[in-house]
């Protein structure tokens, strides 16, 4: 499609989801371009995967509106089911089917003859490296290989547009990782993935664009980098010999910061108006008042300190009641 | 149409397949249906009187309309846990006949129907059951009893689709349908219940299915039980197959 290419992948305008007296959505706008990875951070209950429900015509929202490659989530729903691709967080496959049996059955539900479902099944079963196991029931599978499945179950029909919620919850790092190298290999053949999760590593790695949602509500939107440059510069980091030296130490380091210095758990926290420097410079204001140093290092602020700044409270601790239950 | 009977045949053969997965599923279509069989024959059967029948003959026409009933609650547990892990959901977001899954999934249990009548059907034969009408009638009471199953299906489904958790589908099944299949003529003649218990027997469909059933298999006297036992039959599916769809189309995973 010509007009495809400069257009919006996905296109969410105003939409608002409630639950009883909850606002899971309450009205959020977000553009997504093709080709990329738009990644949806928030914690649990954050309003993530209604979002999902919403793009992957699971769910009506109240008011609002959404396309995917141009095509109206409610409208033209039928049409639009062909042509995306949906990874849940619970690896959504027939636990009695094999794994080859599984992708054939989504293939022909797709609309392909016998066949040529099969043939896909046996392809992206060679691709996500479950050939050897393709003919066993999927219920022998450990948790990765079933996540392994549900993506190839997605990628059945090719979709140009992929949703993913929470790819890797649940999963052992090894796992992880691989999914990780899955995702990216997706992207590199030009689909365009929006990717729901909870871990600020997640995001970081693989989204070229990160959406931060908390209670609804879009908060931030930009690269990682631009998010981590709200926070202003970089973070001198310095741990003590001697934590009863830490009131020195801020007075020592007070002038190279705009903003007083904070101390955590022992480690002093500076933020520097200049990274040129920093380093040499606190080292001899720290020797000169004789204070010993045990490590000092200077570093960008992480997705973490920009989720606490954002929202005021940390990403990863799950909030009030509607925090999901793990799939078991 | 013609994407509606290819994806219901998928979901189908999908259905009959987990059969094959998971035979501890078949034990509950055959050992159970025997052992109650055998319970009611032998332990039961000797005090209950059947005027005009052995209690056997009464007996296995009535416990295979049971076990029809029984049968629907795979269909529920099947569709709650598709729920549950999210299989829903995937398949609401294929572009796939929506009324597939559940005609399929309904369809799939008119074969495990079948199968669990046969061993109970045979099982009777062996402990002294006869059929007293002709070849012609036993089919016809075979089709009944394939229908009012199916019907019945659409029931359970709801329920399957109802509620959230399979301990609770197993809760609410057990509520409605022991109830249901007990307060009939079933197991013993309608004419031995107290007032008001006697005149639920002698409406409930259950009561009206076991006479037609006596009616096509015993030749005892028809009134209009066969024809009230297909209308019965249309009618549960004509109120539950919408309601189904309906629970389906708003089924969230998780």
């Known amino acids: ?328 | 149409m013609r994407r509606l009977a290819i994806d219901t045949a998928i979901i189908a053969e999908r259905n009959l397949i987990r059969l094959k997965r998971a035979p501890e599923l078949l034990i509950g279509f055959t050992v159970q249906p025997i052992m109650f069989v055998l319970l009611f024959r032998y332990v039961f059967g000797g005090a209950i009187r059947t005027p005009g029948f052995s209690y056997v003959d009464y007996l296995i026409p009535g416990i295979i309309v049971q076990n029809t009933a029984f049968g629907g609650f795979a269909t529920a547990l099947g569709l709650n846990d598709d729920v549950r892990k999210g299989l829903i959901d995937r398949f609401r977001s294929l572009p796939m006949s929506r009324a597939a899954v559940l005609a399929g999934r309904t369809l799939a249990d008119i074969a495990t129907n079948a199968l669990s009548m046969t061993i109970l059907l045979i099982t009777g034969l062996l402990i002294g059951f006869t059929f007293h009408t002709d070849f012609l009638h036993g089919a016809a009471g075979i089709g009944l009893l394939l229908l009012f199953g199916y019907a019945f299906t659409w029931f359970l489904a709801f329920i399957g689709l109802l509620v959230t958790s399979p301990e609770t589908v197993n809760s609410v099944g057990f509520i409605a349908v022991f109830p249901l299949t007990f307060i009939s003529s079933m197991f013993v003649p309608v004419a031995s219940m107290p007032e008001g218990l006697r005149q639920f027997a002698e409406v409930n469909p259950f009561t009206i299915v076991c006479d037609a059933m006596r009616h096509l298999w015993l030749g005892a006297p028809a009134h209009n039980d066969v024809l009230g036992g297909v209308i019965w039959s249309l009618v549960i599916v004509a109120v539950f197959a919408p309601l189904a769809v309906w629970r389906y189309r708003r089924a969230a995973g998780g």
């Open chain 1, 1 to 328: 499609m010509s007009e495809s290419s400069n257009r919006p992948a996905i296109e969410v305008e105003g939409i608002v989801k409630h639950f009883g007296d909850v606002a899971a959505l309450d009205g959020v706008d977000l553009l997504a371009a093709p080709g990329q990875v738009m990644g949806l951070l928030g914690p649990n209950g954050a309003g993530k995967t209604t979002l999902v429900r919403v793009l992957t015509t699971l769910l009506r929202a109240d008011s609002g509106s959404a396309r995917v490659l141009g095509l109206d989530v409610e409208r033209d729903a039928a049409e639009l089911r062909g042509r995306i691709g949906l990874a849940g967080q619970y690896a959504a496959v027939d636990e009695n089917l094999t794994g080859l049996e599984n992708l054939t059955m989504v293939g022909r539900l797709y609309g392909a003859p016998r066949a040529s479902a099969k043939a896909r099944g046996l392809e992206l079963l060679e691709r996500f490296d479950l050939l050897e196991a393709g003919g066993k029931a999927a219920k022998t599978y450990s948790g990765g290989m079933r996540r392994r499945l549900d993506l190839a179950a997605a990628l059945v029909a090719s979709p140009p547009v992929l949703f993913l919620d929470e790819p890797t919850t649940g999963l052992d790092p090894r796992s992880r990782l691989s999914v990780w190298a899955m995702i990216e290999g997706l992207v590199a053949e030009g689909t365009t993935v929006l990717l729901t999760t909870q871990y600020l590593d997640e995001a970081d790695r693989l989204a070229d664009t990160i959406a931060v949602i908390d209670h609804g509500r879009l908060i931030a939107e930009g690269t990682s980098d631009e998010l981590k440059d709200r926070l202003g510069g970089e973070r001198l980091e310095v741990r003590l010999d001697e934590q009863s030296d830490t009131e020195a130490a801020i007075e020592a380091l007070a002038s190279m910061s705009d903003e007083r210095p904070s101390c955590e758990d022992g480690l002093l926290k500076v933020g520097v108006r200049r990274r040129r420097g920093a380093i040499v410079e606190a080292v001899k204001r720290l020797s000169e008042a004789g204070i010993g140093v045990d490590d000092l290092a200077l570093r960008r602020p992480t997705l973490d300190d920009v989720f606490l700044s954002l929202t005021g409270h940390a990403a990863e601790a799950g909030e009030d009641g509607e925090s999901r239950e793990q799939a078991a």
